[in-house]
């Protein structure tokens, strides 16, 4: 079950890794979003954040932090998200909220990469949260066909459209016994945007609260 504490414990955590004066990349979510706010509230100055997503962007901007186009901060010292699921490996399943294309990236322009989640989201094996494919509408019934091909069971996001005007698909029912070959595997297909598997970047370290903490895991 997921926790709320554990998702603000978490957050409060990474608060300790963001430098005064640095330039932020930040994600998109629930706990993403307790992140922001004590980032606002309680921590340190920055010159500002590079964003995932409108939501997170639109989050900030109210509560006073500058965004910053990643066209011209360069790369990032940090970059701050959660996760539907991750690994001990810290390899990720991502997307729940439909950010994954603009996370993808911002993860990948970043050094480090701070996953924060409350510890219901630590598995053995990835593959139980269904999962998100981004797709350019044209091509989502050709690329369900093909994660049908895989194994998977394909199902539209009906209705959401990703802050860069594509599709969703959540893929349940894979056996992700090797992820970064899946990833890039899915990522192949024609159409397909971005897969919600963060497998070849990954998190560097993972914050996993819960109500009496937190566990600090690091990438190996
Ligand atoms: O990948 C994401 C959004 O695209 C989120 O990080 C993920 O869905 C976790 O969300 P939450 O913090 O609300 O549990």
């Known amino acids: 079950m997921s926790s709320d504490t554990g998702k603000r414990n978490a957050a409060r955590e990474a608060l300790k890794f963001v430098e005064e004066g640095s330039i932020l990349g930040v994600g998109t979510g629930s706990t993403v979003n307790h992140f922001i706010d004590m980032l606002a509230s309680e921590g340190p100055s920055i010159r500002g954040a590079v964003s995932s997503s409108d939501a997170s962007t ?7 932090i500058e965004i910053l186009d990643l066209n011209s901060t360069g790369d990032l010292d940090l970059y701050v998200d959660g996760a539907d699921e991750s690994n001990r490996l810290l390899q990720l399943i991502k997307g729940g909220g439909g950010a994954l294309t603009r996370e993808k990236i911002v993860a990948g322009a970043s050094k480090r990469f701070i996953c924060i989640a409350d510890h219901s989201k630590l598995v053995r094996a990835l593959g139980e949260f269904p999962l998100p494919v981004e797709v350019i509408p044209m091509a989502r019934s050709f690329v369900a066909r093909q994660l049908k091909g895989l194994g998977g069971v394909p199902h539209w996001r009906e209705g959401v459209t990703t ?10 029912g894979l056996t992700i016994s090797e992820p970064i070959k899946l990833e890039d595997r899915i990522n192949a297909i024609p159409g397909v945007v971005t897969v919600g598997l963060f497998a070849r970047r990954g998190a560097d370290v993972l ?10 895991l690091d990438r190996r």
């Open 58 to 64: 639109d989050r900030m901007r109210k509560l006073g």
């Open 163 to 172: 802050d860069n005007g594509n599709q969703i698909i959540d893929v349940a």
């Open 207 to 216: 914050l996993l609260g819960d109500e009496n903490g937190v566990e600090r």
